[in-house]
């Protein structure tokens, strides 16, 4: 396992960054075009390990798919086209490729296995199985089918109309995609609203739905046709360093070609109602997707307390907001965001573990977290729970400490950011 020890700097961010592609659309970019007919080129794909596994599993069912660095081609032929595979699918760490291979897998007519790794065999499936057996699908796994692995006995589903219990975009898509290989509409109605990368891109490869609040309708058969995809900078990603310029004095960095599409951008919202100094310009669209620049300087941030419909448009960013927190004036609440239980690890758990042993005042809550500020942090070893955020956000933490921070099992970050380190580096001066 290997591990990193960072020393304290008193360096500030500053100068110009872009982060490597957006991990959802990512995925998703390589599901349609692996679906549909012809070559579809996507630029900027995020080589991170969650994206290789999507890869690796349409290779796996026949899909010729080229890597150059970070441009896909992919040559597809069809669903028709697809084998089935010899070997089982290995998810690795991703609960987007789980989740979104599972409602494509069982809409398919093929005989198929998947597993994952440690933390992705704990991750609840049942989210994406019990709505794809309403619909027809023959699934069979551990702990009465609700976790990894699973098996895939394949075949043409039936639309439904569905109201998710979860506030899950990666269960919406599942849902989605098992609707478009199916018969007939399928109708998903949101709990609240999530991600809508599926909504957006599916249209690129020429699929029609039809979104009307929180209500998504898809009529099955319908064949994608190949497009080319450019993918924002990944906003997940850039949260690292809007959080470490934000909380050193003196910074001014700017992160070019990020993806700021509205379900996302909580971590930009919840940031400047901590009083952090941010503008946003979108200069370009990919597809429905609106993409720009954010710059930030450094400035002293207030606590704040944040629940109800922005959680989920900043969910994967609560590791680093708590981070930030830990340096705001006064107390930030941190509410009605349980779903951090079932991520790559405990997420409530693991940030108040990590942020209590380098010095902060950190409570855990069933659905959230407390942080009152602001606290000198002192440093330590801490453990990445083989979770990229938290990893990283351990690394941010060595900016603000008086003592190193050591992050065990650092390799973690690849899953979605090869080049933290470097970029790192970079920006500091
Ligand atoms: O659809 C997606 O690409 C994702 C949805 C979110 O998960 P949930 O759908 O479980 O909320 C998020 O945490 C994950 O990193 C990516
Ligand atoms: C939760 C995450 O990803 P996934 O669910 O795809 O493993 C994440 O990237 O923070």
Do not use: W
């Amino acid at each position: 396992m290997s591990s990193i020890e960072l020393q304290p700097t008193k360096k500030r961010l500053n100068g110009e960054l872009r982060v490597p592609g957006d991990k959802s659309i990512s995925h998703r970019s390589v599901i349609f075009s692996s679906l549909a007919h012809g070559t579809s080129y996507i630029s900027n794909f995020l080589t991170g390990e969650d994206c290789l596994r999507t890869v690796e599993a349409f290779r796996l069912m026949g899909v010729e798919i080229e890597q150059k660095e970070d441009q896909l081609i992919v040559h597809g032929n069809g669903i028709t086209h697809l084998k089935e595979p010899v070997h089982p699918i290995n998810f690795g760490n991703s609960g987007t490729t789980a989740r979104l291979m599972s409602g494509v897998l069982a809409g398919l007519p093929l005989f198929t296995t998947a597993f994952g790794d440690e933390s992705l065999s704990k991750r609840p499936m049942d989210r994406v199985v019990v709505p794809l057996k309403e619909m027809g699908a023959e699934i069979t796994g551990r702990n009465n089918h609700s976790l990894l692995p699973l098996a895939f006995k394949g075949r043409k589903l039936k639309g439904i109309r569905h109201e998710l219990k979860v506030k899950s975009a990666q269960v919406k898509s599942a849902l989605i995609l098992a609707g478009l290989l199916g018969e007939g509409e399928t109708e998903v109605v949101e709990l609240g609203e999530t991600r809508n990368h599926t909504e957006m891109l599916l249209p690129e490869f020429g699929v029609q739905l039809k979104v009307n609040g929180r209500s998504i309708k898809i009529e099955g058969g319908q064949e994608l046709q190949a497009s080319n995809i450019k993918v924002p900078g990944d906003i997940s990603s850039a949260a690292f360093f809007i959080v470490a310029a934000s909380i050193t004095q003196g910074s001014d960095l700017l992160i070019r070609d990020v993806g700021l599409n509205s379900t996302r951008d909580g971590i930009v919202r919840a940031m400047k109602q901590m009083g952090a100094d941010i503008e946003t310009k979108v200069h370009t669209h990919v597809g429905s997707e609106p993409v720009g620049d954010v710059r930030i300087r450094g400035r002293m941030l207030k606590g704040i307390t944040l629940k109800g419909d922005i959680i989920p448009n900043l969910i994967d960013e609560i590791p680093i907001l708590a981070l930030a927190a830990t340096q705001a004036e006064g107390e930030t609440v941190i509410k009605d965001a349980k779903e951090l239980r079932f991520k790559e690890t405990d997420r409530i758990e693991a940030v108040v573990q990590t942020l209590q042993s380098l010095g902060a005042d950190v409570e855990g809550l069933e659905d959230g977290i407390i942080i009152k500020g602001k606290t000198q942090l002192k440093g330590g070893i801490i453990d990445s729970y083989g979770d990229h955020r938290i990893g990283m956000m351990g690394a941010i933490a060595s900016l603000i400490s008086q003592e190193p921070v050591t992050i065990q099992d650092k390799d973690c970050i690849n899953i979605s950011y090869p080049s933290f380190f470097e970029h790192l580096n970079e920006t500091l001066s």
